[in-house]
Every structure is written in structure tokens, then in C-alpha cells.
């Protein structure tokens, strides 16, 4: 496979391998903090500085790192930068630091994290490795921009806090449970399938599946569910 060029890395996790549209990682926290615009941009932005700077450490200490504590390593990298978030949020940005709530510290198992750290860190370079965590780290942080911005119009009428829709509007409290952060992200994955052509999501693994760590969670190799595939016959790797 040829090697892919800088602008590829930083644009591969917008669209292409979205972390949460097309790979399904991160739906937790996704749906839970995306009830608004200022808590999916600053769940978004708090991850994305966690990954960034786990993907350069990990890729600067990826030839010293023995392979069999690889894993514990990585945590403990990841929840390093995790707590720092976590100390400057509550110290800068207390309102967004009690809206996010556990949310934060829960960066450290983040699969989407962990999953790059794995999958690109441990086998690129630190500049590599670095626009990984950027382009990833945006697509994250786009996807709950727009969900918390549906959500927050549509469940109360505001955008950022700010009055959008006047008197008339009635707000639909449906948008801002848990049904109807689904009905969204679901909406949301229909319309990249349609953008795409269905290019983004054919051949690709999907949720626990999609994560590199999965063989070395589970002990067995990721099953690959094909969209074409209408009995959703799952694919494993061929003997």
C-alpha cells in the first residue's frame, strides 16, 4: 500500500474514516455531550489535545516501549494528558468542566484514542503521528458540533446559549434524551453513507470491531460487516 502524503493524515478522519460516523468509536460520549453546541466543541476540543498529544509521545518512545506492556503504557500516557485537561478545565472553564462532568477522565478509555495510538502512533513518525491526532481529533470534534447543534435548536431553541428561534417555536424535549441523540447520530450516518456513495462505510469494521485493540482485547480477529452484505453476514479474516 503506498504510503499516504501529510494532507491525506489530516483529512482521513473528517470524512473518509470518520472516528464516530464511519468507524462508530466514541458513540458514548458522543451521544451523552452532545446535547449542545459548547459541550460537543468542548468534549471535542478536550479530546483532540489528548490525542494529539498521546500520538506524539507514543510515536517519540514507540522503539522503546516493550510490545508485551504496550497497552498499560499507552494508558498511562493518555490519562497524563487527560488529567491536565481535566485540572485546566475546572480551573478555566467551570460551567463546561460540571456540564461534562465524568465525561472527562473517561477520555482515558476513550476507544478512539486508544485505537490510534495503536493503529498509527506505535508505526509512524511524531509530524505523522501529530496531524493523526489533528485530523482525527477534528472529526470528532465536528461530528459533536453538529449533533449538539440539532439537538440544542431543535430540543430548546438556542444556539450556544443564544436565542434562535423566537415565541413560535415550540422545543421538541425529545432532542435532548437519549432516543433522540440516536435519531440524529442515526440521521447523521445515513447522509455521510449518501455524500459517499456508500464508499465510506463499505468494507469497513465497525464499533468494538473497528478499534486495532480489538484482537488484542478479545483474542480474536475484528469481523467485518459489509453494508452490501443484506442478511449482514459478518466476514471474518479467511484462513
Not at 449533533?147 to 423566537?166: D, N
Not at 460487516?225 to 453476514?233: C, F, K, N, Q, S
Amino acid at each position: 500500500m503506498a504510503k499516504k502524503s501529510k494532507l491525506q493524515i489530516l483529512t482521513n478522519g473528517l470524512i473518509k474514516e470518520n472516528p464516530v460516523l464511519v468507524l462508530l468509536l466514541g458513540t458514548c460520549p458522543t451521544l451523552a455531550t452532545s446535547t449542545s453546541l459548547i459541550n460537543g466543541i468542548g468534549m471535542g476540543l478536550s479530546t483532540t489535545a489528548v490525542l494529539i498529544c498521546s500520538n506524539i509521545v507514543i510515536s517519540l518512545l514507540r522503539k522503546v516501549i516493550p510490545d508485551k506492556v504496550r497497552i498499560p503504557c499507552y494508558i498511562v500516557v493518555i490519562a497524563g494528558f487527560v488529567t491536565v485537561v481535566q485540572l485546566l478545565l475546572e480551573g478555566y472553564a467551570p460551567s463546561l468542566y460540571k456540564s461534562l462532568g465524568l465525561f472527562i477522565p473517561l477520555i482515558v478509555v476513550n476507544c478512539i484514542i486508544l485505537g490510534r495510538a495503536e493503529a498509527f502512533a506505535n508505526k509512524n513518525t511524531v509530524i505523522d503521528s501529530a496531524l493523526d491526532g489533528i485530523g482525527m481529533g477534528l472529526g470528532f470534534t465536528l461530528t459533536l458540533s453538529v449533533m449538539g447543534s440539532i439537538r440544542e435548536l431543535l430540543g430548546m431553541g438556542t444556539l450556544a446559549g443564544v436565542q434562535v428561534l423566537g415565541s413560535w417555536f415550540t422545543p421538541i424535549g425529545f432532542f435532548l434524551l437519549a432516543p433522540g441523540g440516536f435519531f440524529v447520530f442515526g440521521i447523521l450516518i445515513v447522509l455521510v453513507n449518501l455524500i459517499t456513495k456508500g464508499k465510506a462505510l463499505k468494507g469497513k469494521s465497525f464499533g468494538c470491531a473497528a478499534c486495532p485493540m480489538y484482537n488484542s482485547c478479545t483474542g480474536e480477529e475484528p469481523r467485518i460487516i459489509d453494508p452490501a452484505d443484506t442478511g449482514l453476514e459478518q466476514k471474518g479474516a479467511e484462513a
